[in-house]
């Protein structure tokens, strides 16, 4: 069957927003939300279980900010009715937590991110609910007199929702008893996670992001999820959080694409080489360790490049980092230099580059909730690292080939990496990379019709200065762990 993913995805650049810690602002005349005095203060560390307070009030306080970056599409974690920060506890799938504004908020931050032409993609909790969720607590008020029995799975008497001391007696996510698993076999539950899909769809958001979509087993279930969301919105994108090979769910029928932490993983060992800090990320189902060179990171790149159909390729989230895992930069041994280069990678690969919230001013965090932290004051931004972004996402809008392109590896050697996105005959755009400690001279053969008129568009003036062409060859000197763009005027 012919692939096809929404057209808008693909060039697309992505920002995740945390929306508890991301910005808070007080709501318009006659808008309510909750205040709690025990809200934790916004600038000390985050705790598993504190509420700073962030509300998408703030969030649209900072479309200007967002804008002014280069970002055209929001990815927002959990936003409905919840008793946890994080919220993928969900109690009320049609309704938007209350502390976060409620479901005016968010119709107002649809309107206004659309008037920006930014698209709004939220998140689906839809392999487990939670204890608050109406139906999983009629249960546990009525027992097995409940007509809601079926809606999940509860395998004995009595239930033990809370005490971690007996069996809790029912199936949830991951053996969290806080996370009770949907019954997906039954027709009811299947038809209502449907009609919720439906429904914020109608409401104006553009896609899903589908929370551990590979839980759900129920045969049928994602291809029909598909089918109903394109039947409202065709170009409403659906992406799925699986960390490792996805082919079983790219096949044109389910999934427009995935979190593609194929590419986070060899990206960061590559960049950051043996300053990753292995215990930070041991326990995460990606591979940013053992440390790779330049040519066994391009032999990982082919290989994810001909993973799925490049339809699917060019509609792939690419991240560095998010709320499940460490910040790049911690991995990375607080080395700015390895952020710097994983994210021009990001930034010049196939497929809608996103940003976790605070990443391009520097914000660091280890393990969940350190990876949570509230987005810093102005004056702690790191303005050098803000710069780098808002120039390579402008470079990325600017450049078509950069976003739909062909890639080609030119070279793949010890520290040095380098390939080419080419759309036209005309439109040529070369990067380099230099992970060594050392300073390096590359001769590339691109076999570009007119390497004369390469130019640096991002990069070291000593690159500038350094390039000469001859005939189809140009050459180039590169600092030490360093990168460069090249491109016709």
């Given at each position: 069957?012919?692939?096809?993913?929404p057209?808008?995805?693909?060039h697309?650049?992505?920002y995740?927003?945390f929306p508890?810690r991301?910005?808070?602002a007080d709501?318009p005349?006659g808008?309510y939300?909750?205040?709690?005095t025990?809200f934790?203060?916004?600038?000390s560390?985050?705790?598993?279980?504190?509420?700073?307070g962030?509300?998408?009030?703030?969030?649209?306080?900072?479309?200007?900010?967002l804008q002014?970056l280069?970002i055209?599409?929001?990815?927002?974690?959990?936003i409905?009715?919840s008793?946890?920060n994080?919220r993928y506890?969900t109690?009320?799938?049609?309704q938007?937590?209350p502390?976060?504004?409620?479901?005016?908020?968010f119709?107002a931050?649809l309107?206004?991110a659309h008037?920006?032409?930014?698209?709004v993609?939220?998140d689906?909790?839809?392999?487990?609910?939670?204890?608050g969720?109406?139906?999983f607590?009629d249960?546990?008020?009525n027992?097995?007199?409940?007509p809601w029995l079926?809606?999940?799975?509860?395998?004995k008497?009595p239930?033990?929702?809370?005490?971690?001391?007996?069996?809790a007696?029912?199936?949830?996510?991951v053996g969290n008893?806080?996370?009770?698993?949907?019954?997906h076999?039954?027709?009811?539950?299947r038809?209502?996670?449907?009609?919720?899909?439906?429904h914020?769809?109608r409401?104006g958001?553009?896609?899903?992001?589908l929370?551990?979509p590979f839980?759900?087993?129920?045969p049928?279930f994602?291809v029909?999820?598909?089918?109903?969301?394109?039947?409202?919105?065709?170009?409403?994108?659906i992406v799925g959080e699986?960390w490792?090979?996805a082919?079983q769910?790219?096949?044109g029928?389910?999934?427009?694409a995935?979190?593609?932490?194929?590419?986070?993983g060899p990206t960061?060992a590559?960049?950051?080489?043996?300053?990753v800090?292995?215990e930070l990320v041991e326990f995460?189902?990606?591979?940013?360790?053992?440390?790779?060179?330049?040519e066994?990171y391009?032999?990982k790149?082919?290989?994810?490049?001909?993973l799925?159909?490049?339809?699917?390729?060019?509609a792939q989230l690419n991240?560095?980092?998010?709320h499940?895992?460490?910040?790049?930069v911690t991995?990375?041994?607080e080395d700015?230099?390895?952020?710097?280069l994983?994210a021009?990678l990001?930034?010049?690969?196939?497929g809608?580059?996103?940003?976790y919230?605070?990443?391009?001013v520097g914000l660091?965090?280890?393990?969940?909730?350190?990876?949570?932290?509230?987005?810093?004051?102005?004056s702690?931004?790191?303005?050098?690292?803000?710069?780098?972004?808002?120039?390579?996402?402008?470079?990325?809008?600017h450049?078509?080939?950069?976003?739909?392109?062909n890639?080609e590896?030119?070279?793949a050697?010890?520290s040095?990496?380098a390939f080419l996105r080419t759309l036209?005959?005309a439109e040529d755009?070369i990067i380099?990379i230099?992970?060594?400690?050392q300073?390096?001279?590359?001769?590339l053969?691109?076999?570009c019709?007119?390497?004369k008129t390469?130019?640096?568009?991002?990069g070291?003036?000593t690159?500038a200065?350094s390039?000469?062409?001859?005939?189809?060859t140009?050459s180039f000197?590169l600092?030490?762990?360093?990168?460069?763009i090249?491109?016709?005027?």
């Amino acid at each position: 069957m012919k692939v096809q993913t929404p057209d808008w995805v693909k060039h697309a650049v992505f920002y995740q927003i945390f929306p508890d810690r991301f910005a808070k602002a007080d709501p318009p005349s006659g808008c309510y939300i909750p205040t709690a005095t025990e809200f934790e203060p916004w600038t000390s560390p985050p705790t598993p279980q504190g509420y700073k307070g962030g509300n998408l009030w703030g969030v649209i306080e900072k479309l200007d900010y967002l804008q002014d970056l280069g970002i055209t599409a929001i990815y927002l974690t959990p936003i409905f009715q919840s008793a946890c920060n994080h919220r993928y506890h969900t109690h009320d799938y049609y309704q938007i937590d209350p502390i976060l504004g409620g479901n005016e908020a968010f119709a107002a931050l649809l309107d206004r991110a659309h008037a920006r032409e930014i698209k709004v993609v939220i998140d689906g909790v839809f392999n487990h609910a939670s204890r608050g969720f109406y139906f999983f607590n009629d249960i546990l008020e009525n027992g097995p007199h409940s007509p809601w029995l079926d809606w999940f799975r509860i395998e004995k008497w009595p239930l033990s929702a809370y005490d971690g001391d007996r069996p809790a007696n029912y199936v949830s996510w991951v053996g969290n008893r806080a996370l009770p698993q949907f019954n997906h076999d039954n027709p009811e539950v299947r038809e209502y996670i449907m009609q919720v899909g439906e429904h914020w769809i109608r409401q104006g958001i553009d896609g899903w992001r589908l929370d551990v979509p590979f839980e759900v087993k129920t045969p049928g279930f994602w291809v029909e999820f598909r089918d109903r969301i394109k039947a409202l919105n065709p170009e409403a994108y659906i992406v799925g959080e699986v960390w490792k090979d996805a082919a079983q769910w790219l096949d044109g029928r389910q999934f427009d694409a995935v979190m593609n932490y194929e590419f986070t993983g060899p990206t960061i060992a590559y960049v950051a080489g043996d300053r990753v800090i292995r215990e930070l990320v041991e326990f995460h189902d990606y591979d940013p360790y053992p440390a790779l060179n330049a040519e066994e990171y391009g032999q990982k790149i082919l290989e994810l490049l001909n993973l799925y159909p490049w339809e699917i390729q060019l509609a792939q989230l690419n991240l560095l980092d998010s709320h499940d895992t460490p910040r790049m930069v911690t991995l990375a041994s607080e080395d700015l230099p390895s952020l710097k280069l994983a994210a021009l990678l990001k930034m010049t690969f196939p497929g809608a580059p996103c940003i976790y919230y605070g990443d391009e001013v520097g914000l660091n965090g280890g393990h969940d909730p350190d990876c949570r932290k509230t987005f810093p004051e102005p004056s702690e931004w790191n303005r050098d690292l803000h710069k780098m972004y808002q120039d390579l996402i402008a470079l990325r809008h600017h450049y078509p080939a950069l976003r739909t392109g062909n890639y080609e590896i030119l070279l793949a050697q010890d520290s040095l990496y380098a390939f080419l996105r080419t759309l036209t005959d005309a439109e040529d755009v070369i990067i380099a990379i230099n992970a060594g400690e050392q300073p390096e001279q590359l001769t590339l053969d691109p076999l570009c019709p007119n390497p004369k008129t390469l130019e640096l568009k991002y990069g070291d003036r000593t690159t500038a200065q350094s390039l000469t062409s001859q005939g189809t060859t140009i050459s180039f000197e590169l600092p030490p762990r360093s990168g460069c763009i090249l491109a016709n005027p």
